[in-house]
């Protein structure tokens, strides 16, 4: 086991450099992956925010969604932010008509579901399993999660301005899943959890 593991990026599209970086405070070795080869050689990946339609799109073109979809069953750890989030669910309402996920987390997401008047927000989230302080949370068009099966640990709630409150943080055995972006502030928490699931994994 590698105490500095290293852990993907997948780079279709999105913020792939901010990850790399925030994975390296964390403690892993980190690199961008672009094709079968380098994905092969990582033992732990992150799917950056960005567009999920088009970062579907691109998985299919570049060859990538199988391979994606079987590095996952064969026990890759893996981290979605945002539209990786959206890449991990099984399940996503409004998709477009062929948009294809990798899948894993047994919930169903929904795409934009924030609306357009909170297009893009910053909140103090409360998420337990990170302690103190809350998390500086930067959501961008953000999804949220729906529903999950039993066996989804949720991790984090936003209460909305209607009262209700929905989940944007998840984990299910090695993939976990935030609807928000932690590699666009300077709190590497999230990552040292994700860098912790993949030491654990490995
Ligand atoms: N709205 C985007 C989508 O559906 C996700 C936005 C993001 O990753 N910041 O893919």
């Given at each position: 086991m590698s105490s500095s593991p290293l852990v993907g990026?997948?780079?279709?599209?999105?913020?792939?450099?901010?990850?790399?970086?925030?994975?390296?405070?964390?403690?892993?070795?980190?690199?961008?992956?672009?094709n079968v080869e380098?994905?092969?050689?990582?033992?732990?990946?992150?799917?950056?925010?960005?567009?999920s339609t088009t970062m579907s799109k691109l998985a299919i073109s570049d060859g990538l969604l199988e391979p994606l979809r079987a590095a996952r069953i064969a026990g890759l750890p893996m981290y979605g932010s945002c539209a990786g989030m959206i890449m991990l669910a099984d399940r996503v309402n409004d998709a477009r008509h062929d948009q294809e996920t990798i899948g894993g987390i047994d919930m169903t997401v929904r795409r934009n579901a924030f609306g357009r008047q909170v297009d893009s927000f910053e909140a103090a989230l409360p998420f337990a399993a990170l302690g103190e302080p809350d998390?500086?949370?930067?959501?961008?068009?953000?999804?949220?999660?729906?529903?999950?099966?039993?066996?989804?640990?949720?991790?984090?709630?936003?209460?909305?301005?209607?009262?209700?409150?929905t989940i944007v943080a998840v984990r299910?055995?090695?993939?976990?899943?935030?609807?928000?972006?932690?590699?666009?502030?300077?709190d590497t928490r999230v990552h040292e959890m994700f860098v912790e699931m993949v030491r654990e994994h490995a």
């Open positions: 990026v997948l780079a279709l599209q999105g913020d792939v450099r901010e990850h790399i970086h925030s994975l390296e405070r964390a403690g892993a070795r980190a690199l961008a992956v672009g380098v994905l092969l050689t990582v033992v732990g990946l992150v799917i950056p925010g960005g567009e998390f500086p949370a930067v959501f961008i068009r953000a999804p949220w999660v729906e529903s999950v099966a039993d066996d989804v640990e949720v991790l984090a709630r936003i209460q909305r301005g209607d009262g209700e409150s299910q055995g090695p993939l976990l899943a935030t609807a928000f972006h932690p590699e666009l502030t300077g």
